[in-house]
Structures are given as structure tokens and as C-alpha cells.
């Protein structure tokens, strides 16, 4: 089986922003980390008449209201300069992958079918300990019944399916294709089972239906592929698999993040001087992917999926489009993580705790005796102090969830995947000059130590809620003084009492 030919130069159609204008767009995951990236660049790049966004009711909050927020929201903010009235093209339809029918009303079906012509299918749980049913409900069976909606539209020109990188992680040279030999049961069986059981005696079967993959996550998104490849007929339809998605790289803002999500998260915590013991493998690679750079491979992806005019053939597979570091220019996990502790000394936070370092184990065994060390006996002093002066404990509660994420990670901290990405590398190739600038997903030519630089600032604004002025900056700079006196002053004392005591012991001995 082969991929589809893809076709023409961008020069030829009028480019991604010509094949954008007055089209109607259906995109779940709105609210997402991605689909508010993905949302703000079609509003600010191109033209789009409408932008039809599947929103669930969140409890407290009305469907509207989550949309209206944004108007506050720092990643929007370019766009509402330019064009205040941006955010009227969107239009929400209320519905929830977690119902049988998407929870879409049928009023708002006959409005999908009849008008849409781009559907970009980015909802997900990415929790990777979510239970069995929830994760199988919404990365799978929802795809399905996506697809199942696609094929009632009218007018549709092109739908990208929003899959990960590691959907395949049970390798770690993953090339841009369908590997449904690595699942224990096909799509179609695992969803037939999930009728058939209640939810708890399906979560019994776990670790039975997933096999090899760590979690449920990377798990229900590789039955989530499959559900495609079976599925998906006709349809002009591609795959998106990005790296675990980092924070904005320059656009519209650089930094940009609006949760403590993965890599940012154990930054966050080695800034506070809250995390100072990781696990990971010093030889390792990560494979992570600004989060702007995958929205221009969403939007590149969908116009080039629109031109594919192959005729119809059941052995031509859909195109998978992956965003991973070039193997020309990796990031090494041991220089993630020095860029975290090199950038402390420019901008540290001012709400740290402890001065902040890190070790790393590399014997997964032996994390959990260091880590009583070096985070649950200092955790239940601080407690200890919170308690004496009138205040909740709270440190060791989060050292205990910090190791259960810890634990979590393990496979993706110590092992390294290379993916292949001969597909975007030649769709970047067919886009324009002007437009490989607008939509750039370069990562070959991606300065690592600078967008470290420009992404812990943002983690500093964004999550921190520090802003980057001078004052803000010298208040962090004399409390990591003062931590730091205060951490080399302990450690001096605690090496004095050890040397002590190994001295007494010598003695003893002789």
C-alpha cells in the first residue's frame, strides 16, 4: 500500500490563504491547547468565512462564556488589533465526544452537512492514566462518528484527522504509515467489546487490549488510525501526527502557553525549586514541537489534502503528515534541561521555594528511595512549617502526584524515537517562499537554546503570571541569592555531619 501522489506547487491555486478564503471550517478541540492556535492563525492569516466550533458545557461555565474570554486572552491579541471583529466568524455547536451521537443536536447536523467543507477532527483526552472507557469514548469511538458525519457533508474538500507522533511508540522508527498489525484487536473489535461491557469490567481489561503501549492514551490514538484506515472510504483525508507540543515558538507571541502541560510543567517545577529529582536517559532525544508550528502543518496539511485528485483506489492509504524534531537538528533531554537551570540565573521566578536544581537517576529503581530524600522529607518540613504558622499543607500532597506523573513519563525520559518525516518535509517544499514564512514548520532551522529562552519567559508570564519588567526580574534575582546562600549553607552543614559521622564510624572500626 502507497501514499497519494500529492500534486501541484502552492503557486499554481493561489496558495494556502487563497484556498482558505470564505470557506467554511468545522474544527473540534476548539478549546484545546492546539485548536485555539489553529483558530487564531486562520482568523489572522487568511479569510475564512466561518469557523464551526464543537464546544462542550463545562460545569460553571455556559458555552458562550468560554469563547468570550478569549477577547482577554494574550494569544489573541494580535489578531483583535487588527481585526476586533475576528472572533464573529466563530460559531459554536454544542457537542461532547463522550455521547454516543457527539451529543450534536439534529438541527445543528443538517447545518454541518449542508455547509462544510474543511473538517479538522483535534479533539482528544491526552491524560495518559485516563481510564480505559473514557480515553476508547473520546480518541476513538468519536473519530468514528466523526467520519460517519464527514461522509454526510456536501461539500467537503478536505478533513485532517489529529493523531500524535507516538500512536506508534511500541517502535522507535516510525515512518509516516498505518501499522495496525502492533494492536492486540482491531478498531472495530474494541469498539463492538466497549457496547457490549459496562465501563469498569472494560477498564478490567486494560493492561489485555493494551498491550505493549504505556498508556491508554497512545493506546486509543492508535486505534483511533485505525478506525481511519477502515473507515474513512472516499473521504480527501490525511493524518497529523505532531511530538509532544510545546509553547509557542514567535507567533503570533513567543512563549505562549496556557497549561502546565508536559515538558513546560517539569520546568515550571524546577523553577519553584519544587522538582529537583528527575529520571531520564542522559543519551536521550525529545520530541517535542512548538505548538504555532503545528498549527501551520494543520492548516499546509488541509490545503494540500484538498488538491489531492487521485482517483479512487483501495490500496492507496490516506497521507500522514509528521512534526518531530530534524534529525539534523535534535534536542537532547540532558540540554532541555540545562537551558531550564542556564535561564534561572536571567529570569528566575519570584515565588520559588527552594533554589532551584535537579538530579537526575538514571536507575528507575532507585528514583523512589532518592526522591524521599530529596522531595518527601523536605516536603513534610515545609508542611510542617505551613501547619505551625496557621496555614494548609501542601507540598507533600503534590510530591506525591509529581511522582505519579514522574512514573508516568518513564518511557517517553528513557528511550528515544525517530520519526520519519518525509511527507511534511515535501509539503513545506511545495508551499511558496512567502508562504513557508507565514506558515513556517522549519525545524531543521530551529534555535534551540533561543526558543528555550523565549519559552521559559513565557512559562514565567503565562503560568507564572511574573511580567518580564526589570523590577519583576531583580525581585527573582535577590530571592535566588538568598536561596542559594541558604541551599550551598545547608549543604555544607549536612556534608560536616556526614564526614562526622563517617569519622566516628572509622574510628569505631579501627
Not at 180 to 202: G, I, R
Not at 335 to 348: A, V
Amino acid at each position: 500500500m502507497t501514499p497519494r501522489n500529492a500534486t501541484t506547487s502552492s503557486e499554481k491555486d493561489g496558495g494556502i490563504q487563497g484556498f482558505y478564503k470564505d470557506k467554511v471550517v468545522f474544527l473540534t478541540g476548539a478549546t484545546g491547547f492546539l485548536g485555539k492556535v489553529i483558530i487564531e492563525k486562520l482568523l489572522r492569516t487568511t479569510d475564512v468565512k466561518r469557523i464551526y466550533s464543537m464546544i462542550r458545557p463545562k460545569r460553571g461555565q455556559g458555552i458562550q462564556e468560554r469563547i468570550a474570554i478569549w477577547k482577554k486572552d494574550p494569544l489573541f491579541e494580535v489578531l483583535l488589533q487588527a481585526k476586533p471583529e475576528a472572533l464573529n466568524r466563530i460559531s459554536i455547536v454544542a457537542g461532547d465526544c463522550l455521547e454516543p451521537d457527539l451529543g450534536i443536536s439534529k438541527s445543528d447536523r443538517q447545518l454541518l452537512a449542508s455547509e462544510v467543507q474543511i473538517v479538522i477532527h483535534g479533539a482528544a483526552t491526552v491524560r495518559f492514566n485516563e481510564l480505559l472507557h473514557v480515553a476508547l469514548a473520546i480518541n476513538t469511538r468519536a473519530t468514528r462518528l466523526m467520519l460517519q458525519l464527514a461522509k454526510e457533508m456536501k461539500h467537503l474538500e478536505a478533513y485532517l484527522h489529529v493523531s500524535t507522533a507516538f500512536s506508534n511508540c511500541i517502535i522507535f522508527r516510525v515512518e509516516e504509515k498505518f501499522y495496525p498489525e502492533h494492536l492486540t484487536c482491531d478498531s472495530e473489535k474494541v469498539l463492538a467489546l466497549s457496547e457490549l461491557l459496562d465501563e469498569q469490567t472494560l477498564d478490567k481489561l486494560t493492561l489485555t487490549l493494551q498491550g505493549d503501549y504505556p498508556n491508554t492514551y497512545t493506546y486509543t490514538k492508535a486505534l483511533a488510525e485505525d478506525v481511519v484506515l477502515r473507515e474513512s472510504g472516499d473521504l480527501p483525508l490525511s493524518i497529523f501526527r505532531p511530538g509532544v507540543i510545546i509553547a509557542t515558538h514567535t507567533d503570533p507571541v513567543s512563549g505562549w502557553i496556557d497549561n502546565l502541560y508536559g515538558p513546560i510543567a517539569l520546568m515550571y517545577g524546577v523553577g519553584h525549586g519544587v522538582l529537583r529529582l528527575i529520571s531520564y536517559d542522559k543519551k536521550g532525544y525529545a520530541s517535542l514541537v512548538p505548538v504555532d508550528y503545528c498549527a501551520n502543518v494543520v492548516l499546509a496539511s488541509v490545503w494540500q489534502t484538498s488538491k489531492e485528485k487521485t482517483p479512487l483506489d483501495p490500496k492507496l492509504q490516506p497521507a500522514i503528515y509528521t512534526l518531530a524534531p530534524s534529525e539534523k537538528n535534535l534536542l537532547n533531554i540532558e540540554d532541555y534541561i540545562n537551558y531550564g537551570l542556564y535561564f534561572r540565573d536571567e529570569f528566575p521566578l519570584t515565588k520559588m521555594i527552594w533554589y532551584p536544581f535537579v538530579q537526575n537517576v538514571s536507575t528507575t529503581w532507585l528514583y523512589p528511595l532518592l526522591a524521599f530524600f530529596y522531595h518527601i522529607l523536605p516536603g513534610f518540613f515545609y508542611d510542617l512549617a505551613l501547619s505551625l504558622s496557621g496555614r494548609r499543607p501542601r507540598l507533600v500532597k503534590l510530591y506525591r502526584s509529581i511522582h505519579v506523573n514522574i512514573k508516568i513519563l518513564q518511557p517517553f525520559l528513557h528511550n528515544t524515537w525517530h520519526f520519519e518525516t518525509k511527507s511534511t518535509d515535501r509539503l513545506r517544499a511545495l508551499m511558496s517562499p512567502e508562504e513557508r514564512q507565514i506558515y513556517n514548520f522549519d525545524m531543521e532551522a530551529l534555535n534551540w537554546k533561543k526558543y528555550w529562552e523565549k519559552a521559559l519567559l513565557g512559562m514565567r508570564l503565562y503560568l507564572g503570571k511574573e511580567p518580564p519588567t526589570k523590577e519583576s526580574i531583580d525581585q527573582g534575582l535577590r530571592l535566588l541569592l538568598l536561596l542559594k546562600i541558604l541551599h550551598y549553607g545547608l549543604m555544607t552543614v549536612l556534608w560536616v555531619i556526614a564526614g562526622i559521622i563517617l569519622w566516628t564510624l572509622v574510628k569505631w572500626m579501627i
